[in-house]
């Protein structure tokens, strides 16, 4: 008996329930002034119409009362929480063509999309003021709203096993542009607030949620088990926005493409090459520094993640090299860190490194332009904050040569000698660098070492005891400058078959300190061939 009454009351509370929601979402149209175009006969008073001729009309109202439509995307919120999904994801009558609803939810969304657009700039010179975006974020916390809504009945949905094939087919058509906004919104960018950004983290998992993506690389490219990703069709979106004449009119366009690539990693990456490149190189060839820099992190994931022999077709891998070469004549520390840093990943695409080849003669190649150019550069250098970007990259540079090294060995000479006379504290950072480089050359280029002993030789003891005497280092710091000048006084000893230990015996014990002394005395007994 009691298992009866239970039974009943629960068949009541749903039957309640779901006059409730009928209630609500005859309230809800009625508010919306939405009625259909059938005839009476054919549709009862209490049934709502068509969801493709409601999602219709509810564009147009959209469109139609821009911008003031926080109230209407209020609404659709409401729609897509209270409304059955048998309804919502059916087709107007049983024959009709699922695109049909497809394509009136793309338009939907479109619109909605279109409540929070962010206002386009007139030139790239003039960026446009925060009060052009005063109203976006709450417009765009509306919008999040409602597509959040939608996507959680349609993820259920899909969840149910209820037509999954056709609801996958839906939630493919929704997912670029929802993707695209959502992006959009999560930057951190003058157009945002921490609320809008919330409210586009919030959409996001709601859309990995509903199709079953682990995270956004797998939303964008899918995997082999059967989940398609959408990085084309967001492409499709960009891509009119991507002109050499256009895509500067919209400052989240270049934001949303980056974001959408750096997600993108080998295999799925080279499938989109020819959408991908284009749009990069324009960013890599604007003035601005923002922009230029944008451009090389976008240039150098393509060149991490693209197979060398499909760079190579087409001649891509020569108009990336000649894109990014010409950035070594810039002067913004920031640019020639990215650019060095792709080359060095790019020139193993377009030639052997030298020091891997075998010939007996080694032709200049792009690997020695590169190096020369470093070097000119950092010879004539003043600023500190260039100085070590360039002292930084040296080292991966002159292990990548080898033995070509011997080409430049007039150059990187004088540039050893001067960096390492000059003080940067507080880490040293360009010492250390340029007693790695002194290392590293010494165990390549060895045998032409020898006529260069005295000069090094002078530079390291001068170094020794301005490290010894200088207060403002730490110990651990002093200790490793040392260490590594001494491993350099080992080398070149080794290379000159003993002249260094010859030459430090003529050195006056009374001119250094007991840590000098101790580390030359160290480097005199233990000799590194």
Not at 64 to 89: E, R
Not at 188 to 210: C, I, K, M, P
Not at 292 to 313: D, K, S
Not at 315 to 337: D, G, M, P, S
């Amino acid at each position: 008996m009691l298992s009866c009454k239970i039974n009943v009351n629960l068949n009541e509370l749903v039957r309640r329930t779901e006059a409730a929601l009928r209630m609500e979402l005859s309230t809800l149209l009625h508010d919306l002034h939405l009625s259909s175009s059938s005839s009476s006969e054919e549709q009862s008073p209490s049934s709502p119409p068509p969801i493709t001729e409601l999602l219709s009309q509810l564009r147009e109202k959209l469109i139609g009362s821009c911008p003031k439509s926080h109230s209407l995307i209020a609404q659709i919120k409401q729609l897509f929480q209270y409304a059955g999904s048998d309804w919502l994801f059916s087709p107007a009558t049983q024959d009709s063509r699922w695109a049909e609803l497809e394509a009136a939810y793309v338009s939907l969304i479109s619109a909605l999309i279109g409540c929070a657009a962010l206002p386009l700039c007139e030139d790239d010179c003039s960026p446009l003021t925060v009060a052009a975006y005063q109203s976006i974020p709450t417009q765009a916390m509306a919008v999040c709203a409602a597509l959040t809504a939608l996507l959680t009945t349609l993820g259920d949905w899909r969840k149910g096993g209820e037509a999954r094939e056709r609801t996958t087919s839906l939630l493919l058509a929704v997912a670029p542009p929802t993707c695209v906004f959502a992006v959009t919104h999560l930057q951190d960018q003058v157009w945002t607030s921490s609320a809008s950004r919330a409210a586009a983290r919030g959409l996001q998992e709601a859309l990995l949620s509903a199709g079953g993506w682990r995270n956004s690389a797998h939303l964008l490219t899918g995997d082999t088990e059967g989940s398609r990703g959408i990085l084309g069709g967001v492409l499709d979106i960009l891509q009119p926005q991507l002109t050499k004449d256009s895509w500067q009119c919209c400052e989240a366009v270049k934001l949303v493409f980056a974001w959408s690539l750096l997600q993108v990693t080998r295999p799925g990456l080279s499938p989109h090459l020819s959408r991908l490149l284009p749009p990069s190189l324009l960013f890599n060839d604007h003035h601005r520094l923002e922009n230029c820099m944008l451009g090389v992190r976008c240039l150098h994931h393509i060149v991490l993640n693209t197979p060398p022999a499909e760079l190579r077709q087409f001649n891509r891998a020569e108009v990336l090299y000649e894109a990014l070469f010409k950035h070594l004549y810039r002067t913004e520390a920031a640019v020639i860190q990215l650019v060095l840093s792709c080359l060095l990943d790019l020139l193993v695409v377009l030639e052997k490194p030298p020091s891997a080849s075998t010939s007996s003669r080694r032709k200049p190649c792009r690997h020695d332009d590169v190096l020369r150019l470093m070097l000119t550069h950092m010879e004539a250098e003043n600023k500190v904050v260039l100085r070590r970007v360039y002292a930084a990259a040296l080292p991966a540079y002159i292990d990548r040569v080898g033995v070509a090294v011997c080409r430049h060995l007039w150059r990187l000479e004088r540039v050893v000698l001067g960096y390492l006379e000059v003080r940067d504290p507080p880490e040293e950072a360009t010492r250390l660098k340029m007693l790695e480089v002194l290392q590293k050359t010494t165990r390549a280029a060895w045998p032409r070492m020898v006529c260069r002993v005295d000069a090094l030789l002078r530079c390291l003891l001068r170094l020794m005891v301005d490290v010894s005497s200088d207060s403002e280092l730490c110990d651990s710091l002093r200790w490793q400058l040392m260490d590594e000048s001494a491993a350099c006084l080992r080398l070149l000893d080794a290379a000159s078959h003993g002249h260094v230990q010859r030459l430090l015996q003529e050195v006056d014990s009374s001119c250094c300190s007991p840590e000098v002394l101790g580390c030359l005395a160290t480097a005199a007994t233990a000799t590194d061939r």
